[in-house]
């Protein structure tokens, strides 16, 4: 199960790009942020969230799309996406803790990242437009956040929230595909 966070966290007011690059190499920030990192994979232990009662899944994944930018100039932005889970709001049920289900929410912070790598593409194609820079921005980062949002969604319907073992195995090889192309 997948609920998506898309967060734009920057554009009412533009912050440099310091620690936080050295942290996201680490693949993870103190405290509630996790960013995506091919060498960091997600445990059972980032699911700390309380679970919701109501639902009929045995996990949640709270992953979404998150934003750094500064001005490189006075004619031109930099802007970069990433890919961050959130441990805090993320929740799984003990008795369906499974390798399987593992997989299968890794799979939906594996495709916010495919998201992401997009969007940063995107950006850097971006050409700078003073007046309607905020705009710009808004426009291509939520384009991109609405296009993961319905990818998620195909996703735990086409596997049926990972029951659907044979489905389960073509999209993870789908995913590891668009990781490995950036597609």
């Known amino acids: 199960m997948k609920i998506v966070i898309s967060l734009l966290l920057v554009f009412s007011c533009f912050r440099a790009?310091?620690?936080?690059?050295d942290t996201k190499?680490?693949?993870?920030t103190a405290g509630d942020t996790i960013y995506w990192n091919k060498d960091r994979k997600l445990t059972w232990d980032d699911f700390q969230g309380m679970p919701d009662t109501n639902s009929i899944g045995g996990a949640a994944t709270y992953s979404g799309l998150v934003t750094a930018s500064r001005y490189t100039s006075d004619t031109s932005i930099s802007v970069i996406i990433s890919a961050v889970f959130y441990r805090k709001r993320?929740?799984?049920?003990?008795?369906?803790?499974?390798?399987?289900?593992?997989?299968?929410?890794?799979?939906?912070f594996d495709i916010t990242e495919v998201f992401a790598r997009k969007a940063n593409i995107a950006f850097k194609a971006y050409r700078f437009n003073r007046t309607t820079v905020n705009a710009d921005i808004n426009r291509i980062f939520y384009s991109f956040a609405a296009q993961e949002d319905s990818v998620q969604y195909v996703y735990d319907r086409a596997t049926d929230n990972h029951r659907n073992v044979a489905q389960q195995k073509i999209?993870?090889?789908?995913?590891a595909g668009w990781l490995k192309t950036g597609r």
Not at 171 to 175: F, H, L, R, T, V
């Open 171 to 175: 999209w993870d090889k789908k995913i």
């Open 90 to 108: 993320s929740w799984q049920k003990t008795r369906y803790q499974t390798a399987r289900s593992l997989q299968h929410e890794q799979g939906h």
């Open 17 to 21: 790009m310091t620690q936080e690059g």
């Open 25 to 28: 190499r680490q693949g993870y």
